[in-house]
Every structure is written in C-alpha cells, then in structure tokens.
C-alpha cells in the first residue's frame, strides 16, 4: 500500500520558517522523482519544487526560489521542504507526490500524492 504522509505545516509569521516532511513507503522511493506543491483556496495547484531521485536535480517555482530548499534522504525514505522567509501568499496545503518517470512540473505526470498539511503564513 503506497503512502506519502506530509507533517510539518502549521501557523507562522511572515519571515519565518518551516521545515515540512513527506515520509514515503509502498514503494522504491529511490527510483522515484519527488515534488512539493501547493493550492491556496480558490486557487489551481501549483508546482512549487522537485527533486530527481538521486538528489542531483533540482528544480524551484520562480516564486519560491532562493527562499525554498527540497532535499530528500534515500534511506529514510523522505523528502523535505524547507521553507524559509515565508511571505502571506504562501499560504496554503502543501502536498509531496512522486513522479516514476523523469522530472516533471506538471501535476498530472505524479503518479503517488499525500494527503496534504497546512501551511499558514500571517502578516
């Protein structure tokens, strides 16, 4: 039974930082591209970072970049988002999903998807 089961969203001020997780199992997490994403209410999802399986690619939203680190440990099976200078509007649930082919930035090319935490940022 595959599951990805994110943890670590919450409240936070502007400026601060979170660090979310995504624990992994059910299937070969090191063979799989993983990526972060986020939809805010009343929003499309949308990409936000994503990391190739052997760490060696990565890839940020424009809107994230500089500010947000993925990394992901093979042997623990999790990847992270480490989120820092949050800003209000990036506010949303944040959900990891795993891609078994290449690295994509489109939603519909992730074949595995949590369940989503809530990430809410306050001015």
């Known amino acids: 039974q595959v599951q990805l089961v994110e943890s670590g969203g919450g409240l936070v001020q502007a400026g601060g930082s979170l660090r979310l997780s995504c624990a992994a199992s059910?299937?070969?997490?090191?063979?799989?591209?993983m990526g972060w994403f986020r939809q805010a209410p009343g929003k499309e999802r949308e990409f936000v970072a994503a990391?190739?399986?052997?760490?060696?690619?990565?890839h940020y939203a424009d809107s994230v970049r500089g500010r947000f680190t993925i990394s992901r440990d093979n042997a623990k099976n999790t990847v992270y988002l480490q989120m820092n200078s949050l800003k209000p509007e990036d506010t949303a649930v944040y959900y990891c999903?795993?891609?078994?082919?290449?690295?994509?930035?489109?939603?519909?090319?992730?074949?595995?998807w949590g369940q989503g935490t809530q990430v809410t940022v306050s001015s």
């Open positions: 059910g299937f070969t997490f090191g063979f799989y591209t």
């Open positions: 990391v190739r399986w052997n760490g060696a690619y990565l």
């Open positions: 999903a795993a891609d078994r082919f290449g690295i994509s930035f489109n939603g519909h090319d992730y074949d595995y």
